[in-house]
């Protein structure tokens, strides 16, 4: 059973920064694309960022561009996402997920909640 676990989320102040991990527990794994949804309270879940393992391209929302990077560390199967310029908007769970080569499924993380408040 594949497990990804996220971690990083917490509670900042607008401007602030966080940076979400996650990675599969317990094995490593070769991915399609790996990344990150979110979903606010009230609302459906959103994409916010992938990366493609084939050639690195990347995708961002609208609402996330040029504040959020994603990244991998494969040495660690690793994926990150580095949020800057947090904003009350950005309030979330961030779910990781991964679309696994070895079966062709798409994984999901438990969430970790960010909010952004004053």
């Known amino acids: 059973q594949v497990q990804l676990v996220e971690s990083g989320g917490g509670l900042v102040q607008p401007g602030g920064s966080l940076r979400l991990s996650c990675a599969p527990s317990?094995?490593?794994?070769?991915?399609?694309?790996i990344g990150w949804f979110r979903q606010a309270p009230g609302k459906e879940r959103e994409g916010v960022s992938c990366?493609?393992?084939?050639?690195?391209?990347?995708y961002y929302s609208d609402s996330v561009k040029g504040r959020f990077t994603i990244s991998r560390d494969d040495a660690k199967n690793t994926v990150y996402l580095l949020m800057n310029s947090l904003k009350l908007d950005d309030t979330a769970v961030y779910y990781c997920?991964?679309?696994?080569?070895?079966?062709?499924?798409?994984?999901w993380g438990q969430g970790t909640q960010v909010t952004v408040s004053s």
């Open positions: 990366i493609q393992s084939s050639d690195d391209s990347t």
């Open positions: 317990g094995s490593t794994l070769d991915y399609y694309a």
């Open positions: 997920f991964g679309d696994v080569v070895a079966d062709g499924r798409r994984y």
